[in-house]
Nanobody, 123 residues
């Protein structure tokens, strides 16, 4: 059974940084992509970034391009989201998800989800 566990969320001031982690277990992910999504209060969940387990190909939403970096540690089955220059509008619950579609960037294309971790950016 696939399990995704996020960690690393918290409260940070605007301009600060945080690193989120997503530990994956339950199967081999070499032919999968891992994505990060976020959902702010009262808003729809939105795509943030994606990385392929094999090859490490990345893709970012325009809103985070240049500020966030997604990476992975294949040996530990863990994906990271390094967030810098954080803004109050980055406040959301951040969730990781796994997809067999290596170019997936919409919620419906992802098969398994974690519970999420809260990020709050104060102004």
């Amino acid at each position: 059974q696939v399990q995704l566990v996020e960690s690393g969320g918290g409260l940070v001031q605007a301009g600060g940084s945080l690193r989120l982690s997503c530990a994956a277990s339950g199967r081999t992910f070499s032919n999968y992509a891992m994505g990060w999504f976020r959902q702010a209060p009262g808003k729809a969940r939105e795509f943030v970034a994606r990385i392929t387990w094999s090859g490490g190909w990345t893709y970012y939403a325009d809103s985070v391009q240049g500020r966030f970096t997604i990476s992975r540690d294949n040996a530990k089955n863990t994906v990271f989201l390094q967030m810098a220059s954080l803004k109050p509008e980055d406040t959301a619950v951040y969730s990781c998800a796994v997809s067999r579609n290596l170019v997936a960037k919409v919620e419906s294309q992802y098969d398994y989800w974690g519970q999420g971790t809260q990020v709050i950016v104060s102004s």
